[in-house]
C-alpha cells in the first residue's frame, strides 16, 4: 500500500490573536493543535478523536502533526 501524500498544514492551520490566546487552531475553529496532542497522548485514536468531534476530519488531525514537526524542526535548527 502506498503511503499518504503529506498534508500542507498551511490551508488547515489557523492563527487567530483573540481566538484560544494566539494558539494555532484548525481551520478557524476552537480546537488546537495542543488539543489534539492531548487527545492522542491519552490514547484516542483519530477515530475516536472523530466521534467526539465530528468537525473534525483525519486530514485535520494529520495537519496538526505536520505542524508540529515542522515547528520543531524550525526549534532545532542552529546558525551557521
Known sequence: ???????????????????R?????????????YDIFGWLASGMSEDDIIDDFPELTKRDIRAALAFAADQHGRLLRVPA
Do not use: H, N
Not at 500500500?1 to 490573536?17: G, H, L, N, S, W
Not at 490566546?21 to 493543535?33: A, F, H, Q, Y
Open 21 to 33: 490566546s494566539g494558539k494555532p487552531c484548525i481551520r478557524g475553529l476552537r480546537i488546537t493543535v
Open 1 to 19: 500500500m502506498e503511503a499518504p501524500a503529506p498534508v500542507d498544514y498551511r490551508d488547515i492551520i489557523t492563527i487567530e490573536p483573540g481566538k
